[in-house]
Nanobody, 123 residues
Framework: QVQLVESGGGLVQTGGSLRLSCAAS????????MGWFRQAPGKEREFVAAIKRSGGTTYYADSVKGRFTISRDNAENTVYLQMNSLKPEDTAVYYCAATRATVVVTDWSYDYWGQGTQVTVSS
């Protein structure tokens, strides 16, 4: 079992930055790949970024590539999502998730989810 708690969301203007954090507890954090997903009102949940267990391999959705950076600190049991050059279309609830699967870009791969944190980008 893994418990995940996101933080760092908020309201920011277009072009601004936010850093989301996801603190994990309850199991060996380093044995899980971690992902960030988001869901905007009226839309399906979509993949944003993922990072493999060691942190050496990362994946990004095309829509965020070059603007967002995922990282992890296995000593602190935390995964981060640095979001720069934010756009109104980035507005969504952001969720972190954990998986032991090798496929990390689909939500069905993930077993554990946080409660989400709201990110709102004003134009």
């Amino acid at each position: 079992q893994v418990q995940l708690v996101e933080s760092g969301g908020g309201l920011v203007q277009t072009g601004g930055s936010l850093r989301l954090s996801c603190a994990a507890s309850g199991s060996t954090f380093s044995s899980y790949a971690m992902g960030w997903f988001r869901q905007a009102p009226g839309k399906e949940r979509e993949f944003v970024a993922a990072i493999k267990r060691s942190g050496g391999t990362t994946y990004y959705a095309d829509s965020v590539k070059g603007r967002f950076t995922i990282s992890r600190d296995n000593a602190e049991n935390t995964v981060y999502l640095q979001m720069n050059s934010l756009k109104p279309e980035d507005t969504a609830v952001y969720y972190c998730a954990a998986t032991r699967a090798t496929v990390v870009v689909t939500d069905w791969s993930y077993d554990y989810w946080g409660q989400g944190t709201q990110v709102t980008v004003s134009s």
